[in-house]
T-cell receptor, first 112, second 114 residues
Framework: AQSVSQHNHHVILSEAASLELGCNYS??????LFWYVQYPGQHLQLLLK??????LVKGIKGFEAEFIKSKFSFNLRKPSVQWSDTAEYFC??????????FGQGTTLQVKP | GAGVSQSPSNKVTEKGKDVELRCDPI?????LYWYRQRLGQGLEFLIY????????KSGLPSDRFSAERTGESVSTLTIQRTQQEDSAVYLC????????????FGPGTRLTVT
């Protein structure tokens, strides 16, 4: 079955710490992967995306993600988090039927 | 330009009542999607529309749920005889086409069934 899973449900970090959020997908065919972010009180925003080409993709606000086909992974990283990165993060995969399949989400809390 | 808009932003209803949720996609976007986000969970796909094609209803949880779309514009998600487990945030998204992966989300409608 097609699925996307996120390993960390709740992460607490101090400012300036490094971040890595895990995401694994389980489906074949063309792989289009996304990370979305939902800041408190705001709607979902696209953070970054991978369609093809360079497996290391850079997004907004210093985030990046690496697509590793052999591991079916698309982990999100940021070298130094800020308090303003406190949000919920969702990994998603696009299947050729049109819909997005989302992971369960990871709540990131950054302590000032 | 204008993004995806949804109304109402919040809806409180009594169990057993019907509700209608509205979505206005980005102008020119032919694909429109509905998702549901229950508390503490990820987004669940409900239904999507692509142009004049038959909608993909594979995610609708029961026959109490239905959706319509007028052409390539407004969509309405209807939940009949609401139950407490229907309480969730209902999100609408649109894209330039079903084959275009990037979807833009609206702010959602928070539905509370009492």
């Amino acid at each position: 079955a097609q699925s996307v899973s996120q390993h960390n449900h709740h992460v607490i970090l101090s400012e300036a710490a490094s971040l890595e959020l895990g995401c694994n997908y389980s489906y074949g065919g063309t792989v289009n992967l996304f990370w979305y972010v939902q800041y408190p009180g705001q709607h979902l925003q696209l953070l970054l995306k991978y369609f093809s080409g360079d497996p290391l993709v850079k997004g907004i606000k210093g985030f990046e993600a690496e697509f590793i086909k052999s591991k079916f992974s698309f982990n999100l990283r940021k070298p130094s988090v800020q308090w303003s990165d406190t949000a919920e993060y969702f990994c998603a995969g696009h299947v050729n039927t049109g819909k997005l399949i989302f992971g369960q989400g990871t709540t990131l809390q950054v302590k000032p | 330009g204008a993004g995806v808009s949804q109304s109402p932003s919040n809806k409180v209803t009594e169990k057993g009542k019907d509700v209608e949720l509205r979505c206005d996609p980005i102008s020119g976007h032919t694909a429109l999607y509905w998702y549901r986000q229950r508390l503490g969970q990820g987004l669940e796909f409900l239904i999507y529309f692509q142009g004049n094609s038959a909608p993909d209803k594979s995610g609708l949880p029961s026959d109490r749920f239905s959706a319509e779309r007028t052409g390539e514009s407004v969509s309405t998600l209807t939940i009949q005889r609401t139950q407490q487990e229907d309480s969730a945030v209902y999100l609408c998204a649109s894209s330039q086409g079903a084959g275009v992966p990037e979807q833009y989300f609206g702010p959602g409608t928070r539905l509370t069934v009492t």
